[in-house]
């Protein structure tokens, strides 16, 4: 093979292998779960949903040894509100500290934007009017410490809370919490270290409560990136039990898809 001949066939290599990489890094991002392969999203612009009966609604969650503390593991149940509807139910006793899951889904990085929809039972037992801070939903950071950006309920209300973890303590009331009753969630979230980038909108139960809101800490930590996690952490000092249901848990990329949560009626 001539000089010129070996050299457009060494560049045809090559320029196979950019295109392979580069497809690559443009792919989609892939979620692994160690219980075995996900439901699966449903719907355009759903990346990511529970499972939706008692055999598959766990199957799309990390396993992790780190996320049930002085409390019951998360289990399928039936749904309390929602007939024929597989919940995942969340128990901690009192005196106890977590039991959460992680959605196996990737981390979110500076300039992402989701939508997460969170279809939420607390029933008529729960402490919804402890004054102690209690996190139902909470992108933690990869770091240490309190999280950037987390969904709690205390004093009868839902509230957003975040930016301790980097002295930037901040709350935001969202809404009543009330005990006995489904509450639907949809936030959009703009994920920035940058106070005056990182925002959050709020709808609750299809009505918009918080628009636009920019946390003085940002929604991201600077240098870290965060993931998702759902179900109930919270502070030991609560002498009462507590359960949460989550009916359906979404990512997406727009509201509509978000707000496609498992219907109540």
């Not at 196979?16 to 580069?22: D, G, I, R, S």
């Not at 128990?91 to 977590?98: A, D, I, L, M, Q």
């Amino acid at each position: 093979m001539s000089p010129t001949r070996r050299a457009s066939a060494a560049r045809l290599v090559v320029g196979t292998l950019l295109a392979l990489v580069v497809a690559a890094g443009c792919a989609g991002p892939t979620s692994s779960s160690g219980r075995g392969p996900s439901s699966g999203p449903t719907g355009e612009g759903v990346v990511w949903r529970s499972g939706t009966s008692a055999d598959s609604v766990l199957d799309s969650y990390r396993v992790t040894p780190w996320n049930t503390d002085d409390a019951e593991d998360p289990r399928a149940v039936e749904s309390p509100d929602a007939p024929g509807r597989t919940a995942v139910e969340y128990t901690v006793p009192g005196g106890g500290t977590r039991s959460e899951l992680e959605p196996a889904y990737r981390s979110f990085r500076p300039g992402d934007e989701y939508w997460f929809g969170f279809a939420v039972y607390l029933p008529s037992d729960f402490p919804v009017d402890t004054s102690d801070w209690q996190v139902i939903a909470q992108w933690k950071n990869s770091g240490d410490g309190s999280p950037p950006l987390s969904v709690q309920v205390r004093g009868g209300r839902f509230v957003l809370d975040g930016g301790e973890g980097i002295g930037e303590h901040w709350s935001r009331d969202i809404g009543p919490a009330r005990a006995g009753a489904r509450t639907d969630l949809v936030l959009r979230v703009h994920f920035s270290d940058d106070p005056d980038e990182g925002s959050v909108d709020v709808f609750q139960d299809g009505r918009e409560v918080v628009s636009d809101y920019r946390p003085r800490g940002g929604t991201l930590y600077p240098d870290e990136v965060s993931y998702l996690k759902t179900g109930l952490y919270r502070s030991d000092d609560i002498s009462q039990e507590g359960s949460v249901y989550f009916d359906d848990v979404v990512i997406a990329t727009s509201r509509e898809a978000a707000s496609s949560l498992a219907s109540s009626s």
